[in-house]
């Protein structure tokens, strides 16, 4: 090397050098820049905790002071009246939350499906602005959550006592198994407690999805929860013993001869399946009386009539379901204390936006009804509200229409960033921080579930459009085929009857301002016709709009079309 080279070489060093400690100056300002200015966001999710089981919904469970802790965050923020899933169903509605996308783009139909690593796109997009990612609690989607900068999930569903974790750690997925001992709801607050105060970069933002198991089925409380609402009468909805003129054929049958098989049930009405059976399932007379479905349908029906007897068995299996439901959301309330109480304390609750939903609604005995699934209203319908003094008025509450594909746009937004053109939701940022829609806000959310008559729950598949004012729902009543999978049968395996493949199509409508509790069907009345077909063709622009059209179902579409004109 000659004299010049090396001096030119050591220029160059130096020139490097130079460079690297600029970039390192600038990253390190931005760090604590964006540190200063971002906001932290906490996205608390638990699961089927509908919006009857609150307080701020004024639902007739109100009165039992239900949440305390999530109304009072509530009520220094902005409450979503309208919030809707688009399919009341566990990871459909996770995959749409993590996509921003409708289930025919991120291809979660059913609770068989998955998303890929590469599709976990929130987290990448947190990332991308500087954040620290986690995810604590259940996941669901059953592949790593390996986007995320730390996970702590349960596996699949999980269980609630003494759940086991897969932790992001020195072992691989699936094999980094972690044993706690405890119920679910406060193993999943320690583990955030713990990420929050011990395990992240402090120098960054952070981003924390933190999910509850509770209180999805089988309601399993903390033993401390025993004598909670022990000695008290759980209001009961009317439509538990009379549900009036709510549902259709597809639902119903003629002259109500399917409801023996269609739609699970709190009283004995269903013989497929009952909340019922889980409490009188070793009374062999009544188990004897139900059970036997293919006789029943065999031997055409048994109507079901709500006689004193049967009213007082409703009764005792309402007040057990609702006890033990109850007690699982008493058990995320006061977590929900725990984690507000560390922010406080810790001085971080200033800059943090928390964010409270539910993955969907549940049936809590309407028109004698469990579980969810259903586009019904209380299954469609999400709690959703959110904290953040900085820029959100407290007390405020809004009647704009957003569904579960809004949520990451909006996340992505308030952390400062622009929600990607793949996300089919739009970012709700500016209702938040005005309290006004903006004036090409969309006006009706769409609605699919497909899982025709799965899980012995005996919903058939159907979809529609819910605006401010009215729901219209088609029930197609078919199975869909995974062209993907075309051999999978898991779910038509549900129940061998003649109905396996094919229950009646029919068409639903509600006037929601003058029937909220949807005792009314009104499709058909010669005064709705107009209204209907408006409605109708809004609910073919947005199928359209959102990928969300059964061209690849020609077996399905054969049913709509020949069904589309239906007015009884
Ligand atoms: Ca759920």
Redesign the pocket.
Known sequence: MSINQSIHSQYLLGTLMLIVLHLCTTSCTSERQSKRTKPNILFIMS??HTTQAFGIYGSRLAQLNPTPTLDQLAREGMIFDHCFVNNS??VP?RAAIITGQHAQTNGVIDLAGSITVAQQYLPQEMKKLGYQTAIVGKWHLKNEPASFDYYHVLPGQGKYYDPEFRVQGDNPWPQNIVQTTGHSSDMITEASLDWLENKRDKSKPFFLMHHFKAP?DDFEYAPRYEDYLAETFIPEPESLYEIGNHGSEAIRGRSDSLTRIIGSSVSHRNVIRNQAMNIYWNDTSIYKKYHNARDIAANEYIKWEMDDKERSYASQVYQDYLKKYLRCVKGVDDNMTRLIDYLNESGQLENTIIIYT???G?MLGEHDYID?RRMYEESMRMPFFVYYPKSITAGSRTDAIINNTDFAPTMIEMAGGTAPPYMQGRSFRSILETGKEPPDWPQATYYRYWMHLAHRHQNPAHFGIRTKDQKLIFYYGKYWVDTDDPNATWNQNSWGNDFANHTPPAWEFYDLKADPKEMNNLHGHADYKEIIGNLKNQLTRLRQDLNETDAKYPHIQEVIDAHWDDWE
Do not use: L, R
């Open positions: 699961d089927d169903i566990c509605s999805h539910g993955d969907q549940f969810k």
